[in-house]
């Protein structure tokens, strides 16, 4: 089919070549393959489909397609010998039809767009969409949709489908499914799916003080609660007059439609029962052999204009308006209106972010302030006036910090460090870290009581028991030979003997193992590339002509250098690794056989997780706690693998290693965080970009719904897995490593603000419709949380007591100030140990021609970054008194923060109740009520039985069952 875009009056010409279909239909929606006009049906034409509009050219289309049929039916000699007649009237029939066109045009403008759900009928939704294409394999792949479809429609569903010649390449066909009220009403029954039966009596506390204040950030009553507001019990198809049913039609959302339509695809098989394999069913089985392309449910409108059906709600339009645009990011996010169009389990994740990023912000205000500190404190930074001073730092010659290429240098040269480091280790930084100890807490506990308000006001209380524990993976069922009573249900059904469980969960130990060594041994190369090309940089950089600049020549340093390529290499080799281990975790998986969505989901989070753990986090724990820790002194260097290796442990300057570990941090949570941008908006777009090329220019009349999602990325099953992932390893960079960088959470708010606004947009306008599924929580991403808070309480300890200087200053101030008075006049020259150059090794000495020009031989000692006893000392060289009393300061500092934060924090934890009492009630409620109103619903139901039965036989009232009182009721139902 060519379309072109063209005008007669307000209509679009469409030029078609002889094999193109013959018919868009009249009203804008309505194609179907049984009755598509122009298509054939065992070799005989069909006529279109509303032949009451033009039924002159009904008829005359319907005679010529005939003998056009039998004449492509012919062998050729015989086509060629058609005389004049059937020539010129074959020429007729396609003027006729060009002109047929022409009004069917017309009428799609003036009757109906395509933009629409529904079935030719223009009543029927659309609940489901399969695509597939003829290829080579085309006879297997036929069958197995032929039995697929036709057990579907055993099954109940009703199936309509597009014949490629209506569709956009000519090569796609579209089956559309509808499930009937007495498929979504059976299903509804079997899933627990809970609905309406009366209005909600408990008015709303919605009076908050100053409540004016909160306008600007405020989404109109009709997008923030598109739905009223009912108390709610678990579908019964047998009792159906209970429930609160205006129209079958609309009763059940799109939402519940599409997933109870999933649910049967994912259940069905493809081949015949007689074959008797069990293992040949579900939708992604056959997506995965190539026998549907797609299988997505439908958006019900363009995300940027309503539809033009009126019986189609446009939710999309106002998700777009009100939430996907990057404009409305201090706004306030339609949670409900997100959970009606997409499901719970999205409502959940979106509900998560906001209130993360909401607390963000507190944490970014002390943050904040706790970095203003610091630079208010710049002039007051004693230590870094003594390494900058001429007298002090000038004088002071430090030993080489790498073999043969490294020269003495003078302390004076970390100058622009020691300030920095200044900015990020000072008090604030103690007090930043107890701090994120509580908000992390503080976090948890007010997201589950936010959590266990939604699960009320969503119906997902109790959903975890009547769903997904009773509730097998296809993949399980058809997998498991073995058969066993459920105690719960009595009935039989399969599971997977303990002897096979085990030997699969040892392989995938293994295999996580194995990838976890992997990315640990990657780390090491890292580490030695640090070691190796430090010397390098130490030995080009000191003539380099870099050095000479005014403003950034003193930045530019050998240590520098080294630690930011050491921190973008390792960059690339985590996302190098990320792509290989996702399809590995996956594997592994799948290989497991979990047996339920919600067991599948754990498995699988818990080992992405601990592999990116480890793959994010392992190069700031080496920089935090290896770093610097293990180096020796001149006179015996340690090395990383053994002597020979001539890699030598990596010191700290003089200013610590903290101002690393802030470069590291910032390099990895930036470098992910724009890298996940890209990832997520960009590049789908980029696909839809060049994908949907072709229809940029489609009239509205023949562009229809399907194959504009058709178009559109697969959001896929894992789709809000990898957007968790990302957010909880941002969390762990927040907290884990804080102490270092209290602009971290800073840096997380303002992704955040972005990120919400990203992932609603590539949502909402770039991936098809993600199938609808119910989630009553995060799911073991909260477990996993509450252990990066207390692992962050001991991590941000380790980092004050080990990583910062903070503790040798204090002990000196309190203890080793020489004067006795509390400041740090002296601390530099107290920190730093002698040595006797001559008693360096051959190995270790400067190579000639390595040292600066002002060394010479009146030199004799030079210093490094230690407490040791001096030479010529009894003890030279060994640990001195201070060195030891700093330890011990440094591990009662860890004991003390971390027992008064835990304290702390599981107080707030005990005092914070999980479930805010409101709900409580609530749900105490609604359970009353759904116990009293189906007794009073059975109770008349009786009654009017009775009645009916001795109307005639007695006029007295019949007796029935006694009834429960409203006490007993109540006290069943608490």
């Known amino acids: 089919m060519h379309r072109l875009p063209g005008r007669v009056g307000e209509d679009s010409l469409i030029e078609m070549s002889p094999t193109d279909s013959l018919s868009d239909d009249v009203n804008g929606y309505h194609h179907n393959a049984s009755s598509s006009a122009g298509s054939f049906q065992d070799g005989q034409p069909t006529c279109p489909r509303t032949p009451e509009v033009c039924p002159e050219t009904c008829e005359s289309l319907s005679s010529s397609l005939a003998s056009l049929a039998s004449s492509t039916r012919s062998d050729t000699p015989q086509y060629e010998s058609q005389t004049s007649e059937q020539i010129s009237a074959l020429t007729g029939f396609w003027r006729k039809r060009a002109l047929f066109l022409k009004y069917r045009s017309r009428v799609d403008k003036q009757r109906q767009s395509k933009d629409s759900v529904f079935f030719c009928d223009g009543r029927r939704r659309i609940d489901f969409v399969l695509s597939y294409v003829d290829d080579k394999d085309g006879e297997r792949k036929q069958e197995r949709r032929r039995v697929y479809e036709a057990n579907l429609a055993k099954e109940g569903l009703e199936l309509e489908t597009e014949d490629k010649l209506n569709s956009d390449d000519g090569n796609t066909y579209f089956v559309k499914i509808h499930a009937p009220w007495e498929v979504l009403a059976t299903y509804a029954d079997v899933l627990k799916i809970k609905v309406p039966f009366m209005a909600n009596d408990i008015e709303e506390n919605n009076e908050m003080p100053m409540n004016w204040l909160s306008t600007p950030f405020r989404l109109p009553e009709h997008i923030m609660h598109p739905s009223p507001d009912h108390f709610t019990a678990p579908f019964n198809k047998t009792k159906t007059d209970f429930f609160l049913i205006k129209d079958k039609d609309t009763f059940f959302p799109p939402s519940t439609r599409n997933r109870i339509v999933n649910y049967i695809l994912s259940r069905c098989s493809y081949i015949s029962e ?271 002509p870099t050095v000479q600049l005014d403003v950034v020549g003193p930045y530019i340093t050998p240590q520098l250098a080294t630690s930011v390529t050491a921190s973008c290499i390792n960059f690339i080799i985590i996302m190098i690794l990320n792509l290989m281990y996702e399809k590995v975790a996956v594997w592994i ?202 692992l962050s309480v001991v991590t941000n300890a380790f980092i004050v007591a080990f990583t910062s200087d903070m503790i040798p200053r204090l002990v000196y101030m309190y203890a080793y100030q020489p004067q006795g008075e509390m400041n740090m006049k002296g601390y530099i020259n107290n920190s730093l140990s002698v040595f006797n150059i001559s008693e360096f090794k051959p190995a270790n000495r400067p190579e000639d021609g390595e040292n600066p020009i002002w060394f010479n031989s009146s030199i004799t000692t030079c210093r490094y970054r230690d407490y040791r006893y001096p030479p010529g000392h009894e003890k030279e060289y060994s640990h001195t008194m201070q060195f030891w009393h700093i330890l011990a300061a440094k591990l009662a500092f860890i004991i003390i923060m971390e027992h008064v934060v835990f304290f702390v924090k599981y107080f707030v934890a005990w005092m914070i109740p999980d479930v805010p009492s409101e709900v409580r009630a609530r749900i105490k409620r609604e359970r009353y009520l759904v116990q009293e109103s189906l007794h009073n619903y059975e109770v008349e139901k009786l009654k009017n039985q009775l009645s009916r039965q001795t109307q005639d036989e007695c006029a007295c009232t019949p007796m029935i069952y006694p009834s429960l009182t409203k006490h007993e009721v109540l006290s069943e139902c608490l």
């Not at 930043?432 to 009320?456: C, D, P």
């Not at 969960?505 to 976890?516: N, Q, Y």
């Not at 339920?596 to 989901?601: D, G, K, Q, R, V």
């Open 274 to 544: 007689e074959c008797g394999d069990r293992d040949k069913k579900g939708i992604k089985r056959l997506l995965n052999n190539g026998s549907y392309t797609a299988a997505f449910p439908l958006h019900d409108s363009r995300y940027w204009t309503r539809s033009k059906d009126v019986n189609c709600e446009s939710e999309r339009y106002n998700l777009y308006n009100h939430w996907a645009g990057f404009l409305s990011f201090f706004k306030e996010q339609p949670l409900n209106l997100i959970k009606k169009y997409y499901g719970e389990k999205i409502g959940i994740y979106f509900a998560w972010l906001g209130f993360y990023t909401e607390m963000l912000l507190f944490a970014a205000i002390v943050g904040t302030i706790c970095f203003v500190y610091g630079v208010l404190t710049y002039d007051d930074n004693q230590w870094s006036k003594e390494i900058c001073s001429a007298e002090i730092g000038g004088n002071i010659v430090m030993c080489p910090l790498c073999d043969k290429k490294c020269s003495f240098w003078k302390l004076n040269t970390t100058c622009n460090s020691s300030w920095q480091s200044h900015l990020f280790d000072n008090v604030g930084t103690v007090f930043f870290a107890i701090f994120m100890g509580l908000w992390v807490t503080l976090f948890l506990e007010f997201w589950k009581r936010r959590q266990a308000r939604l699960e009320y006001e969503w119906d997902l209380v109790d959903f975890e028991e009547e769903q997904q524990k009773l509730q097998l993976r296809p993949e399980y069922e058809t997998k498991c030979t073995d058969r066993k009573l459920n105690r719960i249900t009595q009935e039989m059904e399969p599971y997977l003997p303990v002897t096979s469980k085990c030997a699969r969960s040892c392989l995938s130990g293994a295999t996580v193992l194995l990838w976890i060594s992997l990315i640990i041994a990657c780390i090491i190369g890292v580490i030695a590339y640090r070691l190796a090309v430090y010397a390098a940089f130490a030995s080009i950089m000191k003539d380099s």
């Open 589 to 790: 998986t799948d290989m497991e056989i979990p047996k339920t969505h919600l067991e599948y989901e754990n498995k699988l989070t818990v080992k992405m997780f601990l592999f990116q753990f480890v793959n994010y986090y392992s190069s700031c724990f080496y920089v935090a706690f290896f770093k610097g820790k293990f180096v020796g002194y001149p006179g015996d260097y340690a090395y990383m693998f053994g002597e020979w290796s001539k890699l030598r442990n990596e010191e700290c300057d003089p200013g610590g290693c903290l101002i690393e570990l802030t470069t590291q941090l910032v390099i990895v949570m930036t470098g992910k965080q724009v890298w996940g941008n890209i990832q997520e908006a960009l590049v789908p777009w980029l696909m839809n970009w060049w994908g949907s090329r072709k229809a940029r220019n489609h009239p509205e009349s023949v562009y229809t719904r399907w194959e504009q999602d058709h178009d559109l990325q697969a959001f896929g099953e894992l789709g809000l897995f990898y957007e968790y992932l990302e957010m909880v390893i941002q969390f762990g960079f927040i907290t884990l490593f804080v102490a270092s960088f209290p602009l971290a959470p800073l840096l997380a708010l303002i992704n955040n603000i972005i990120e919400v606004r990203v992932d609603a947009w590539k949502l909402t306008t770039q991936f098809r419709r993600p199938m609808a599924a119910k989630a009553h929580s995060i799911g073991a991403w909260e477990e996993i949380l509450s252990g990066i808070a207390v």
